[in-house]
């Protein structure tokens, strides 16, 4: 009994494994994986990354909105750069932006220069690291 309880849980856990939210990017010379949670309802859009203390390098939020629009995002009580990747309906790259903690009452607004429906936010500096660049194509693989 004990056996077969080991390998159902081992089961179970190589199919969690799979089910990994994750976005690439073709950068047009490699693919580049993050994995990502998802913000999906304004709940979690609004809290996003706030007080994280550090993001690991293959890791972002991935932000889920109903249509496109020119997006805001600031920096209230977020601890680390960022960089908010703007993406539209078709999962192309419209604007990224380099984005600050915000240390005072009046925070800075981030707005894309294009229409977009998807952000995705990763550590500061990772598109300029990874050659991510407006253009780009975004392909999701997103599970609930």
Do not use: H
């Amino acid at each position: 009994m004990k056996k077969i309880f080991v390998v159902f849980l081992l089961i179970f856990l190589v199919s969690c494994a799979k089910n990994i939210n994750q976005i690439s990017i073709d950068n047009g010379k490699k693919i580049i994986k993050i994995n990502v949670e998802i913000a999906d309802d304004s709940e979690k859009r609004m809290q996003g990354l706030m007080f994280r203390e550090k993001l690991d390098e293959s890791k972002g939020m991935f932000f889920i909105f109903d249509n496109e629009d020119y997006l805001t995002f600031w920096m209230e009580n977020t601890l680390i750069p960022l960089d908010i990747i703007f993406i539209d309906k078709d999962f192309k790259i419209v604007d990224i932006k380099y984005a600050v903690p915000c240390k005072s009452d009046q925070c800075r607004l981030y707005k894309p220069s294009r229409l977009a429906k998807y952000v995705l936010e990763v550590n500061g500096n990772f598109s300029i690291n990874n050659k991510i660049s407006v253009g780009n194509k975004v392909i999701p693989k997103l599970f609930k």
